[in-house]
């Protein structure tokens, strides 16, 4: 079974599975220097005692009330997460809205980050991590940084993503289409760990898909163009290209989490996957699960029930009742 609950003090946390993914910071895309996507985050364990920020993912705003502030992330960032918070290497999960999260230079310091966090993943029973991999971590709405921000002291009133509307959408979106490998595109937005890709004459880059992955990549940077590859329902995966070779946007590590968006012509801009795999070198492939079955559905609208982080357990728990 792939999840576990911990419990501390005030709160009721759900974690869960282990840690694997290749895919996850932006290379070859493009900074998000005018806020393009201000419901976009960057997530971070905290170790409170030290103002340190590490184990890094992105994700998107799903949910927001009086009482809390929820995070729709990749489940194998949960996993960590939990993991950590139960070892006691991290306190718990922070988050920043901020497009540039290195403080004086440096790529750990928690300041800007809003903590309290507690990651929650849904049960996807040993499943591997392109599939269900989805996780939620919550926020109580009176939550600070240290500097004694609430999210909406420091980053104002956010509009939360639109997730698809139904299991059925990607479906329908693909099949619209007569040829939708050259037809569909995608994008791609997150705060990758990848070392920067030096461009001449500019102190900030895209990530190096041949770096070493070491936390110093910690700006929001957005992928346009990928491609639509395969979608297979069944196992709720998309799969989507991407040519590094040739230059075109990519994902790789760090970017675990952030949300996949289609430009819907009716409904606007869609979330339709979040980051969680893809080829190993982060060059060709990417892949996410596709929002395809209604029990991803009820795990996700888990963070929009009334309550507090105590009512987004219960709701999870009650749903994967065995």
Known sequence: MRTR??????????LVVGMSSTAGAITWGRPDVNNEYPNVASLRGIVEEE????????GSLLHM????????TAAHCTDAWADAIAAGTIDSVGVSFDLNNQVDGSTTDATYYVTGGVPISY?????????????????????ENSLGETVQERWGTLTPVQIAPDPEYLSRVISSVSNPTQSLSFTAVGYGTGEKFP??????GPADPSGTNTSTFLIR???DGLTYNAYNPVNDVLRLS?????????TCNGDSGGPIFYEDPTLGLV???LVSGGDAPCRATNTGPGFSTQEAFDFIACGTVQGDVNAVVACVEGLFAS
């Open 271 to 273: 979330q339709v996957s």
């Open 199 to 204: 461009i001449p004459g500019e102190e900030t």
């Open 123 to 143: 049960p996807a029973k040993d499943a591997p991590f392109e599939t269900y991999d989805y996780g939620l971590v919550v926020f109580s709405a009176t939550a």
């Open 5 to 14: 609950l911990v419990v501390a003090l005030f709160a009721v946390v759900a």
């Open 51 to 58: 103002n340190l920020a590490r184990i890094s993912c992105s």
């Open 221 to 223: 940077y957005i992928a």
């Open 65 to 72: 009330d009086a009482e809390k502030i929820v995070i729709l």
């Open 242 to 250: 991407m040519n590094i070779a040739q230059g075109e946007s990519g």
